[in-house]
């Protein structure tokens, strides 16, 4: 078992599922770093069928049929250092390398998390109301000085992680 879950999120959405993890398994390029978890749900017997079928597709890929969500994402959280999560409508576009993202999340106590979405143009801290300067490439993080932990990311930009 790896120390990192990337979890899915899915609420009759196997088509969606299904490009979030050829996506994720195309860009990724240490993918054998990550367990991948699909917790999903239905409502009717032909999505219940569509999701079987990925199953199928994707003996590697973990599915979770979802009856209690709360207590099977905390089930998950407690089996994993690291859990990235993901929505059934991601579309990874660009390739990425986990152990960077890994090594520097090891290396970088003070970070909370990560995000392959924000680029560096990100400069404006909505919550907060006010733009925030990016200050510099370091080890592969783009940081953004103190705001890291309070905007609940440090990497910014998938060309930083191949």
Do not use: W
């Amino acid at each position: 078992m790896s120390n990192l879950a990337a979890l899915i999120f899915s609420k009759n959405r196997a088509l969606q599922v299904r490009a979030a993890i050829e996506s994720l398994f195309l860009r990724c390029k240490d993918i054998d770093l990550a367990d991948v978890v699909v917790l999903y749900t239905t409502t009717n017997y032909l999505n219940e069928k569509q999701y079987q079928k990925l199953m199928e597709l994707f003996p590697t890929v973990n599915f979770l049929n979802q009856v209690v969500f709360i207590n099977q994402v905390i089930s998950v959280l407690e089996q994993y250092e690291y859990v990235m999560y993901v929505v059934d409508d991601t579309i990874f576009m660009q390739d990425f390398k986990l152990g960077v993202v890994l090594k520097s999340l090891n290396n970088h106590k003070d970070c909370v998390g990560f995000s392959l979405r924000l680029g560096i143009n990100t400069t404006y801290h909505y919550m907060g109301k006010h733009d925030q300067k990016l200050l510099r490439k370091k080890e592969g993080f783009l940081t953004h000085g103190p705001l890291r932990v309070r905007c609940l990311s440090s990497i910014h930009s998938p060309e930083y992680l191949r």
